[in-house]
């Protein structure tokens, strides 16, 4: 497990460096007082802080469990793989879809990959979900997420 954890450490401080450095590329915001860079920072910042705590307890010794070889059989890793291609699938049709119809079927198949199947559950959460976020982002920080096939009703 010690060296699962040092690597996982390493890389984790390294994609949250290269978030950060990044983030520092995009403009700031002279009336809020924070840009576009400022959540995405704060959570790359978090990630570097938890990667290095876990990188100190592996180089100290006080790593737990195992690591199991991966097996593309194991349910886990299944679910693993499939939502890294629906996350690299919604990367992709994020611009030219719109962030709330691309989103909303995001999140009822991520819903439905973990085990979900309530009705209620797959249509109300991602609509309020993307709603919520939606509104924080255009209207509280006025920042536009792309509205891509509904251009004309937003």
Known sequence: ??????????????????????GRKMPADVVMGIGPSFFPNFLAGFLVLFSAALLINALRGKSKGTVEPFRLADKGAQRGLITLGASIVYCIAFEPLGFIPTSIVFFVFMALVLGKRRPLTLIAAPALITA???LVFEKVLN???????????L
């Open 132 to 134: 919520g976020i939606w």
């Open 1 to 22: 497990m010690k060296k699962a954890d040092i690597s996982g450490g390493v890389i984790g401080i390294l994609i949250g460096i290269f978030a950060i450095l990044e």
């Open 143 to 153: 920042l536009s997420l792309p509205p891509g096939i509904l251009v004309d009703v």
